[in-house]
Structure formats: C-alpha cells, structure tokens
C-alpha cells in the first residue's frame, strides 16, 4: 500500500505535521529509511506521539491474505530478491523467478550476507528466535548502556511488543514435529552441553493446529520461514508496524530506495529515491525532503547509504569511525550426519539452543536447526553463534564506489575451532560424522545471517542513535551493535531501538 505525502498531508490532523515548504513541496516532520526493527521501532514511537512519518522501504509490501510465501525447499516469485537463481546455501543454484522477493544476499569479500526486503525487513525472513544475551556479556559489548535498564523494562517491553511466545513443553515432548530438537537434547546432554529452550514470535498455539486439527492452514509444518511465512509468525507488519499504521499518522511507501541523503544548509534533509519495478528496474527518481532522518536499512544499508552520502560531499561531517566494528555475529553453520534418525517431518522454526557460551576456550550458543526435507536424513544442523572477537571494516571501493568489506578468512578462525569443538564432543558422546555433504570442509563460516555493526553507537551515534555531526539525522538498527551480541540479535536490536526512541523523541519538543 503507498500513500502519497500530500494525500497524507492533507488528511491527517497532526501535532507535527507535514508542511508546504515555499518551493510547493512537502517537508515531511520525519522520515524512517528500512522497515525492520530499528524501522518499526522508530515508526511506532514517532506515530504514537502524533508525528506525521513517511516510511521508505525498498522491498515489496506482500499482503498476507494472498498468502504469497513459499516454502524454502520451492521457491516462486515471492521468495528472492532480484537473483535468477536459489541463492539459499543449500540451493544448489536451481532457478528462481527474477523478482522483488523477500530473501536477499548481498556477496562481499569473505561474507555473503543474507538478508531481508519487504514491509517488516528482516522478520519476514528470520527464524522467529527471541534470544536474550547473557547479562554479563551484554555489558562487556556495551558498558555505557545501562543493563538494569535494558533487562528490568526495555527486554520485557520488546517481547511483549513482538508477541514473544514460548513453545507447550507437554506438545514439544510428544510431537513428530521436534523430534530433531529432542534428539538434540539428549545428545548434547550425553555430550556434556548444557541446553535451552528458545522463545519465539512463531504463535506456538497456532502451529499445534497445525498439527493437531484436520485442515487447518499450515506454515511452519510445511516448510515456510526463511523466503517468507504466510501463517503463524508475527512479523513486524503484523506487531510493530500494524500498531504504527493504526495511528493513522504512518504513511508507507514500499519498492522505494533510498540512494543519498543530503543535509541542506537550514538543517532540513533531502533524500533521493527511486521508485522500482518488481523487475529491479527504475521506474522514476525524485527527491524528499523532512526535518528528521531515521535510518534504519540495517547494517549494511544504514552504513553504505552513511558512507556514500559522505563521499558525495552531501553529509560532509560523519566521523572517520563510519564503517568500523562490522561483525557476522560469529555466525557458522555445521552438522552431523549418520546419527540418530531426527525425523522426516520437521518444523521449520527453531525452538533449542545448546549453551557453551561460558566456556572460555569454545564458546558458542548453537541454534539446533531444522533440515525439514520431508525424508529422514539421520542428520543434525546447527546455527552456532560463537564467540568471535575478530571486526571487519565497510567501506567504499575505490574506482566502482561498491560497498565492500575488509574481512580476511583468518577472522573465521575463532567461529571455526569453537563449531568443531560442538561436532567433535557430540560425535565422541553420541556417534556419527561431520555432515561433509553439506559443509564439504565441515563447517560453513563464508555467510552471515546477523550482520551487525558499521555506525556503532556511542562512535558514529551518540549513545542514543543520534549521528554525530548532523543533527536531526538517527539511527536505530542493527548497525549500531558491534558486532556480535552472544545470540541471535532481533530482540537486542528491538530493545535498544525501544530505549534509544524514548530518548530521542524528547528532541521533537521543539518542532
Ligand atoms: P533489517 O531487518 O535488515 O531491515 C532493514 C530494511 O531496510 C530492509 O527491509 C531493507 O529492504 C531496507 N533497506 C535497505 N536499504 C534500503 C534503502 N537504500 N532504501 C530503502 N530501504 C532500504 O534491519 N535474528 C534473530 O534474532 N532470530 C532469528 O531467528 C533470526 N533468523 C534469521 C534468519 C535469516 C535467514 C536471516 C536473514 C536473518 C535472521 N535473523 C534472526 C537476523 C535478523 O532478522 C536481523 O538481525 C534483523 O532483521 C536486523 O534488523 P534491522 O532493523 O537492523
């Protein structure tokens, strides 16, 4: 759904609304850049106190009542992000249909970064798992921000928000559905691992229907996450940015890339857009202009918008910092093959974790993750978050002006001792080999799910996400983190992002 800023402008009673500048065109009191966490946080802080907000998101907008998502193993129009081919690691390059679909990878030096476009960003394609760091840890990685704070209201408030649900232990202990989960259980603990169970913003009611009741719709018993869900997970289009939306003050406009932001002398700022086509092309460019930038394109977009706006001469005093403290949040996938049966039918949300993260020497939190193929395989994934300390910097290319990324292999080399010490003491425990058909060298550490980092906060932001060096410009999203939050990272992102907005929105007082 798209609707235009002077429609907007024109129907809206607002406390800040947006103005006809002298030239006849709208100055928008605030425009939010990415629809994912930082995004939707932003968007629903911003609308409920009555600020008019236009929201910029270069994916597609996909209404769930057409059901458009497919399941990972037979991907279709929805699924992939401008590539003709399955760019999943396992997808064995088949074709794909070239479309604005949800699932995309961008491929640097020594990291293939997955992540998502749409209306709800990265949520539509994620795993759902709402993990929260380990206190201690969290304030090693971010010692100005007060951890009273973040674990006493603003953890709780973000789960509340994003719908966080646990799964029924009775269901998960009897279910054909998680017996990959199960066996992961008892062979981590014959292993000497310590386990968790992971909350989720999959509805755990919603999939036992999916079990249990006959013809009830199904999503994550049929192999929907990573290319989109059409039923049961709450993304941020259904939480967040819904409750935005209700407001009557949030205004959308989705196949909408931002390209430069420009600061202008009176401290307004003018964003260049191009309108796409679902088939990548351009369909105009034109410009926008508000009071306040949100920008929350995720550590990727939010850095290489930073970086080519200051190269272009158009936010001339971003620090030197921009680009620095990029991490993949340790991120490496492995798995064991020729161990117990773990099920031919397998859900597609994760709801376990093997915890070794207080080892000194191999510290790792290991999602158990599903391999739903419909035939037993007799095999074990795991999404491991390990306890890399290695950083990378984004920068631009010279000559092409690309995003690129300095990240020699030698960085994986942490990630890579701790994902083998899990292989190693599961096999010697429980039997079984490194699954080297999947991961030919035994693990995978070339691909990051989690990027994070590249304008930390409290460098490149204040220590609430404003930019240094242009006020009125924000950011709210992954990027500020550096680089490796100890488990998967939506819930930290949503938590910050909630802290940092109570903040900044003391800042409209004066419009
Ligand atoms: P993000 O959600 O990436 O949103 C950025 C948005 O900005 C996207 O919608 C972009 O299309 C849009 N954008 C980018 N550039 C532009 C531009 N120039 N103009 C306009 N729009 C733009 O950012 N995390 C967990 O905690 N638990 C999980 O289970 C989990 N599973 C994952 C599984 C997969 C396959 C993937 C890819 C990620 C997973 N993640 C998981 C990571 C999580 O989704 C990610 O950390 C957050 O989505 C990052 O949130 P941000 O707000 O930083």
Not at 284 to 309: I, K
Not at 376 to 402: F, Q
Not at 464 to 477: F, S
Request: glycine share 10%.
């Amino acid at each position: 759904m798209t609707t235009t800023a002077a429609a907007a402008a024109s129907s809206i009673p607002m406390i800040g609304s947006a103005a006809t500048s002298g030239k006849g065109s709208i100055v928008w009191p605030a425009i939010i850049v990415g629809s994912g966490y930082g995004g939707a946080v932003s968007a629903y802080h911003l609308t409920a106190n009555k600020i008019s907000t236009l929201m910029l998101e270069m994916g597609k907008r996909w209404p769930h009542r057409d059901h458009p998502f497919h399941p990972m193993l037979t991907p279709g129009l929805s699924s992939i992000w401008l590539k003709s081919w399955n760019i999943l690691p396992f997808g064995l390059n088949l074709p794909v249909p070239y479309y604005t679909g949800v699932l995309d990878r961008v491929d640097l030096p020594g990291k293939q970064v997955y992540v998502g476009r749409g209306f709800g960003g990265g949520s539509l394609v994620n795993g759902g798992m709402a993990v929260t760091p380990k206190r201690d840890y969290f304030r090693d990685i971010l010692p100005r921000v007060s951890d009273q704070e973040m674990y006493e209201r603003f953890y709780p408030l973000a789960r509340g928000r994003l719908m966080v649900n646990s799964i029924d232990p009775a269901w998960f202990g009897r279910t054909d559905w998680y017996k990959f989960a199960r066996v992961g259980i008892d062979q981590a603990q014959k292993a000497q691992f310590a386990t968790a169970m992971v909350p989720n913003v999959y509805n755990f009611k919603f999939m036992r229907g999916e079990d249990e009741v006959p013809n009830h719709p199904r999503s994550a018993l049929r192999g929907e996450v990573i290319m989109g869900n059409n039923y049961g997970k709450k993304s941020l289009d259904r939480t967040y940015l819904s409750m935005a939306e209700a407001t009557g003050f949030l205004n959308v406009r989705d196949l909408t890339r931002v390209s430069t932001i420009r600061q202008t002398k009176n401290g307004e700022f003018e964003l260049s857009i191009d309108q796409l086509n679902t088939d990548g092309s351009v369909a105009s460019s034109s410009t926008l202009r508000c009071q306040r930038v949100f920008l929350n394109a995720g550590s990727l977009g939010t850095t290489e918008l930073l970086l080519r706006s200051r190269s272009s001469g158009d936010l001339p005093n971003l620090v030197d910092s921009l680009g620095e403290g990029w991490g993949d949040n340790g991120n490496i996938m492995t798995g064991r093959a020729f161990t117990s049966a773990t099920g031919a039918s397998q859900s597609s949300i994760p709801v376990l974790g093997i915890d070794n993260w207080n080892d000194p020497n191999y510290p790792f939190f290991a999602e158990v993750a599903p391999l739903p193929a419909g035939v037993e395989l007799y095999t074990s994934l795991y999404l491991a978050i390990t306890r890399n300390p290695n950083r990378g910097r984004l920068s631009l290319e010279n000559g092409t002006g690309k995003l690129t990324l300095n990240w020699p292999d030698s960085n994986n080399a942490p990630a890579i001792a701790s994902a083998r010490h899990l292989v190693d003491r599961m096999n010697d425990a429980n039997g079984g080999l490194y699954a080297n058909l999947l991961f030919p060298s035994g693990t995978a550490s070339g691909f990051t799910y989690h990027p994070l980092g590249g304008a930390l906060l409290g460098s490149v932001t204040d220590y609430y996400g404003r930019v240094k060096g242009h006020k009125g410009l924000y950011v709210m999203d992954g990027s500020l983190l550096p680089g490796n939050v100890g488990v998967n990272p939506f819930l930290t992102i949503t938590a910050l992002a909630e802290r940092n907005m109570e903040e900044v929105i003391k800042d409209f007082a004066s419009v």
